[in-house]
């Protein structure tokens, strides 16, 4: 089916589910590593990875990219369960490109001292993330847009970033300036682009790279990864007279300390801005008005969220038009992968290689009284989009595994025949991952299905600060919150769903998203206890026999590494009969759970991952399930 700009300006949006079914010759994942062949045998796939800015799933993004749809979704599959695991960019991407969660990176800010691409150099990750392992693995690798915040015309080459055949990325303080842009062709100097439009200019060089590698895919197969900032805010620095008005990325990755320090002092947040051609689309479409959307009766979450006041009609009508300059803009990101797809298969190549989509992190506009932005746990900014296709993969297919970020490493790397096929090979405990291959295939979606044959949990972690993107209305209201740190764990499993987080604050957080899925509830806030809106069981047996678990969850999880990040209730019960959170309501454990085990919590609230800060740690504190033994103990 084809879908008109006539019908998209109307806003009427796209169907979200899927219905297109078939599929293509299943090649699985035993592809000859290192780019070889021989006579009448494939060669290893080539791999596209399409990473968006800040787009959201549950806004309904996805419903206005009829191109999308048209190439990717309806010819692969859609994740639904797909998550970031922390929502941001910066951390999000390192996490992404490492395979690590952020706790193991310590890139958990998009500036230093705690983040940007200053603080993934000085971790050591620049020897070691995923291009790096590709071209070990025989691939020619080639990169486009924006890589990491903090990556700036001033420190672009202290040192230049590893790991690339070609590159040409965005860099600090124009990376978000979408009629501005600077960008730095491999060891060439920043070339800047005024007045031309930014994801245009990203796609002719996606164009060049991909023909670059097509000329020599007979001898080594390609990864390619683009990465427009569409639909991120457009920010533009703000210079001092003083200072250069050519560049001065230190006002880019200035933060405030304080609450009342004035963020616009740095740089100016606006809508994203749209490419003219799009400008006129989309003029009636507003934010969906779901249940959580400007909730009038009072605000929802806890900490900052809670205090948030009601949004003014003024201030709905000005978010409504930051979400129409959303979908403007990422119309030049459909028409993006669109020519993607089209000079693929002008190269032949469309059929051996892989293309996926994501998001960093997701996005809020008005949920639970929020203006634009991220940073939270709710589903908005941490459930993104995640549609691959590629050989063997289902073809309109919406598959409901539960996987994040950390799993796309090992994805690729298991398709570019860098990893072997058992549940935990040697090279993966070499790169350090955290998660585990994505399945791809109908028969790896089917395996996934069975009890116990992959995780069902996402380790959500956030520490520092939450920014507001759009206008400020209230006289006295501020666009930054310094105390914005909180683990969580989503967990998605045979009749249940739900999502459990401790602040720093020591507030805490349960939603039940089987009978509350807009998040509107928090079964731990004493109010709800107060008046009856906390259940007394959950699951079939008392609330706080649940909190309990997944307390001790997240408490494996929130300093976890490796194979404990996957199988955690592995690291709680030894003996392996454990598998998931209904295995652990087993009474038998009540006591264990329940009066032994250390909570979580924090020592006090950073801006950054500093483990003295954090509380108690399950490697040194935590007790496993076989004679009150600490977990170091037993390992």
Same mark, same amino acid.
């Given at each position: 089916?084809?879908?008109?700009?006539?019908?998209?300006?109307?806003?009427?949006?796209?169907?979200?589910?899927?219905?297109?079914?078939?599929?293509? =010759?299943?090649?699985?994942?035993?592809?000859?590593?290192?780019?070889?062949?021989?006579?009448?045998?494939?060669?290893?796939?080539?791999?596209?990875?399409?990473?968006?800015?800040?787009?959201?799933?549950?806004?309904?993004?996805?419903?206005?990219?009829?191109?999308?749809?048209?190439?990717?979704?309806?010819?692969?599959?859609?994740?639904?369960?797909?998550?970031?695991?922390?929502?941001?960019?910066?951390?999000?991407?390192?996490?992404?490109?490492?395979?690590?969660?952020?706790?193991?990176?310590?890139?958990?800010?998009?500036?230093?001292?705690?983040?940007?691409?200053?603080?993934?150099?000085?971790?050591?990750?620049?020897?070691?993330?995923?291009?790096?392992?590709?071209?070990?693995?025989?691939?020619?690798?080639?990169?486009?847009?924006?890589?990491?915040?903090?990556?700036?015309?001033?420190?672009?080459?202290?040192?230049?970033?590893?790991?690339?055949?070609?590159?040409?990325?965005?860099?600090?303080?124009?990376?978000?300036?979408?009629?501005?842009?600077?960008?730095?062709?491999?060891?060439?100097?920043?070339?800047?682009?005024?007045?031309?439009?930014?994801?245009?200019?990203?796609?002719?060089?996606?164009?060049?790279?991909?023909? =670059?590698?097509?000329?020599?895919?007979?001898?080594?197969?390609?990864?390619?990864?683009?990465?427009?900032?569409?639909?991120?805010?457009?920010?533009?620095?703000?210079?001092?007279?003083?200072?250069?008005?050519?560049?001065?990325?230190?006002?880019?990755?200035?933060?405030?300390?304080?609450?009342?320090?004035?963020?616009?002092?740095?740089?100016?947040?606006?809508?994203?801005?749209?490419?003219?051609?799009?400008?006129?689309?989309?003029?009636?479409?507003?934010?969906?008005?779901?249940?959580?959307?400007?909730?009038?009766?009072?605000?929802?979450?806890?900490?900052?969220?809670?205090?948030?006041?009601?949004?003014?009609?003024?201030?709905?009508?000005?978010?409504?038009?930051?979400?129409?300059?959303?979908?403007?803009?990422?119309?030049?990101?459909?028409?993006?992968?669109?020519?993607?797809?089209?000079?693929?298969?002008?190269?032949?190549?469309?059929?051996?290689?892989?293309?996926?989509?994501?998001?960093?992190?997701?996005?809020?506009?008005?949920?639970?009284?929020?203006?634009?932005?991220?940073?939270?746990?709710?589903?908005?900014?941490?459930?993104?989009?995640?549609?691959?296709?590629?050989?063997?993969?289902?073809?309109?297919?919406?598959?409901?595994?539960?996987?994040?970020?950390?799993?796309?490493?090992?994805?690729?790397?298991?398709?570019?025949?860098?990893?072997?096929? =058992?549940?935990?090979?040697?090279?993966?405990?070499?790169?350090?991952?955290?998660?585990?291959?994505?399945?791809?295939?109908?028969?790896?979606?089917?395996?996934?299905?069975?009890?116990?044959?992959?995780?069902?949990?996402?380790?959500?972690?956030?520490?520092?600060?939450?920014?507001?993107?759009?206008?400020?209305?209230?006289?006295?209201?501020?666009?930054?919150?310094?105390?914005?740190?909180?683990?969580?764990?989503?967990?998605?499993?045979?009749?249940?769903?739900?999502?459990?987080?401790?602040?720093?604050?020591?507030?805490?957080?349960?939603?039940?998203?089987?009978?509350?899925?807009?998040?509107?509830?928090?079964?731990?806030?004493?109010?709800?206890?107060?008046?009856?809106?906390?259940?007394?069981?959950?699951?079939?047996?008392?609330?706080?026999?649940?909190?309990?678990?997944?307390?001790?969850?997240?408490?494996?999880? =929130?300093?976890?590494?490796?194979?404990?990040?996957?199988?955690?209730?592995?690291?709680?019960?030894?003996?392996?009969?454990?598998?998931?959170?209904?295995?652990?309501?087993?009474?038998?454990?009540?006591?264990?759970?329940?009066?032994?085990?250390?909570?979580?919590?924090?020592?006090?609230?950073?801006?950054?991952?500093?483990?003295?800060?954090?509380?108690?740690?399950?490697?040194?504190?935590?007790?496993?399930?076989?004679?009150?033994?600490?977990?170091?103990?037993?390992?």
């Amino acid at each position: 089916m084809r879908f008109s700009v006539a019908t998209l300006a109307a806003g009427v949006p796209l169907s979200a589910a899927f219905a297109v079914d078939g599929g293509q =010759k299943s090649l699985g994942f035993n592809h000859k590593p290192k780019g070889t062949t021989t006579k009448g045998e494939k060669n290893s796939p080539n791999i596209v990875f399409i990473l968006t800015d800040d787009q959201d799933l549950h806004l309904q993004s996805l419903d206005y990219l009829p191109l999308l749809k048209k190439h990717l979704a309806d010819e692969g599959t859609t994740y639904k369960r797909h998550h970031c695991t922390t929502a941001i960019c910066c951390p999000a991407r390192v996490s992404l490109w490492t395979g690590k969660q952020a706790h193991n990176t310590n890139v958990t800010d998009v500036s230093p001292p705690y983040g940007g691409y200053p603080k993934f150099i000085s971790q050591g990750f620049n020897e070691a993330y995923l291009p790096v392992w590709l071209q070990k693995a025989g691939y020619d690798t080639y990169y486009t847009g924006k890589l990491f915040n903090a990556h700036t015309v001033d420190n672009y080459y202290s040192p230049y970033v590893a790991g690339w055949n070609g590159s040409d990325f965005l860099l600090d303080p124009y990376t978000y300036s979408y009629l501005n842009a600077t960008f730095q062709r491999n060891r060439d100097p920043p070339a800047s682009y005024e007045g031309q439009y930014s994801v245009d200019v990203l796609a002719k060089k996606a164009y060049g790279f991909l023909d =670059k590698a097509a000329k020599n895919v007979h001898n080594r197969p390609f990864f390619l990864g683009i990465a427009p900032i569409a639909p991120h805010s457009n920010v533009e620095p703000r210079f001092s007279s003083s200072s250069s008005s050519s560049s001065d990325p230190a006002t880019l990755q200035r933060r405030p300390t304080k609450e009342h320090d004035d963020i616009e002092k740095s740089v100016s947040f606006t809508p994203p801005i749209p490419a003219a051609r799009h400008a006129h689309l989309f003029p009636d479409v507003i934010v969906p008005r779901t249940p959580h959307f400007n909730p009038s009766s009072r605000a929802s979450g806890v900490s900052w969220i809670a205090r948030l006041p009601h949004q003014s009609a003024e201030n709905v009508a000005c978010n409504d038009h930051f979400y129409r300059q959303r979908l403007r803009t990422l119309q030049s990101v459909d028409e993006l992968v669109a020519g993607v797809v089209a000079r693929l298969e002008r190269h032949g190549l469309l059929e051996n290689t892989y293309v996926f989509y994501t998001a960093d992190n997701g996005y809020h506009i008005g949920q639970h009284r929020l203006q634009p932005g991220k940073e939270c746990g709710f589903e908005e900014d941490i459930n993104v989009p995640l549609i691959v296709r590629g050989p063997g993969v289902k073809r309109g297919e919406v598959a409901e595994v539960v996987t994040s970020h950390v799993d796309l490493a090992p994805t690729v790397l298991k398709l570019a025949g860098a990893l072997g096929d =058992k549940e935990r090979t040697e090279e993966e405990e070499e790169y350090g991952l955290d998660g585990e291959a994505i399945p791809l295939t109908a028969e790896d979606l089917a395996q996934a299905k069975a009890k116990g044959k992959r995780h069902e949990h996402v380790t959500v972690e956030y520490w520092g600060f939450a920014v507001s993107e759009g206008r400020v209305f209230e006289k006295d209201a501020t666009r930054f919150w310094t105390n914005n740190t909180y683990k969580a764990v989503r967990i998605l499993g045979e009749r249940y769903n739900m999502y459990y987080s401790v602040w720093c604050s020591g507030e805490h957080e349960l939603y039940d998203l089987q009978t509350d899925r807009y998040q509107l509830n928090n079964l731990l806030d004493p109010s709800s206890f107060a008046t009856g809106k906390t259940p007394a069981t959950l699951l079939g047996v008392p609330v706080q026999k649940v909190v309990a678990r997944l307390d001790s969850l997240l408490f494996v999880l =929130k300093s976890c590494k490796g194979k404990t990040c996957i199988r955690p209730w592995e690291a709680l019960h030894p003996a392996g009969n454990v598998q998931n959170l209904h295995d652990a309501l087993s009474s038998r454990f009540d006591s264990f759970y329940e009066k032994e085990q250390r909570r979580v919590e924090f020592d006090r609230c950073e801006r950054g991952y500093i483990v003295e800060a954090e509380g108690p740690q399950f490697e040194t504190d935590g007790l496993v399930y076989r004679d009150g033994h600490r977990w170091d103990q037993w390992v």
